[in-house]
């Protein structure tokens, strides 16, 4: 079975020797294979790991106090709310015992946060990015065709229990259903607007190619005009 590793650098590309004694850790924990697909850094320094998830100590050190965490699926992006809470998304269904669709909220110990409860089905979909805006709500994107039976196309707003956040209103969104189209990354500029980048041809009837800026209501911001595209 494979291994994780996580790697970590001096600001001059040289490997950072005071992580793990030579800058690399390889951990296998649990059954079957481990891999590492999203990293986050909490304020004291610990470093959140997830395919399965992990917490290494600031040396890489294995964080035995942090439960190791199996998720049925993969983990494609992590963040850390100031308070600690971990939010995790992906292409999992299940969460240690509990069973989610995409997109889970941890507690600072790694215990499951219950009062955050998405209750959604998005088969074949998964969340690429998302971004915890500073209101609270969560901002997902990826491939999927609905939310919890609400139709949002490659990307919708969740309020802070999880639920969709219907004032978000992306129309068609980016394609008509899973896996045709995605938003791969996403940034949230100081205005509060939201770039999303990936591989469509058009957003909400509007073509973009590959580009767009949006509101936070979904609506296009029509002073941001990628009209000569990148060639999809």
């Known amino acids: 079975p494979y291994a994780f590793a996580a790697v970590r650098y001096n600001t001059d590309g040289s490997l950072d020797n005071s992580f793990d004694g030579d800058g690399k850790v390889t951990l296998k924990v649990g059954t079957g294979n481990s891999r590492a697909n999203a990293v986050a850094i909490q304020n004291d320094g610990k470093i ?3 395919g399965g998830l992990v917490r290494l100590n600031p040396d890489g050190s294995y964080d035995t106090s942090f439960p190791y965490i199996f998720i049925n699926g993969n983990t494609h992006d992590i963040q850390i709310y100031a308070n600690g809470k971990i939010v995790i998304a992906g292409s999992f269904s299940y969460v240690g015992n509990y069973q989610y669709a995409k997109i889970a909220r ?22 690429n990015k998302f971004i915890l805006l500073p209101n609270g709500k969560i901002f997902i994107a990826g491939s ?9 196309v490659g990307m919708a707003i969740l309020n802070s229990d999880g639920s ?26 100081p205005n509060g607007r939201i770039v999303i980048a990936g591989t469509f041809t058009n957003y909400n009837g509007f073509f973009q190619n590959g580009i767009v800026r949006i509101f936070q209501d979904g609506s296009v911001d029509p002073t941001f005009n990628t009209n000569m595209g990148v060639g999809l």
């Open 164 to 189: 969709f956040d219907s004032s978000f209103n992306a129309g068609t969104g980016i394609g008509a259903g899973p896996y045709i189209n995605s938003v791969n990354d996403v940034f949230l500029q």
């Open 144 to 152: 999927f065709a609905n939310y919890n039976n609400n139709t949002a």
């Open 48 to 50: 959140v790991v997830g």
């Open 106 to 127: 941890l507690n600072p110990d790694g215990t499951n946060d219950l009062s955050f409860s998405p209750n959604n089905t998005m088969p074949n979909a998964r969340i």
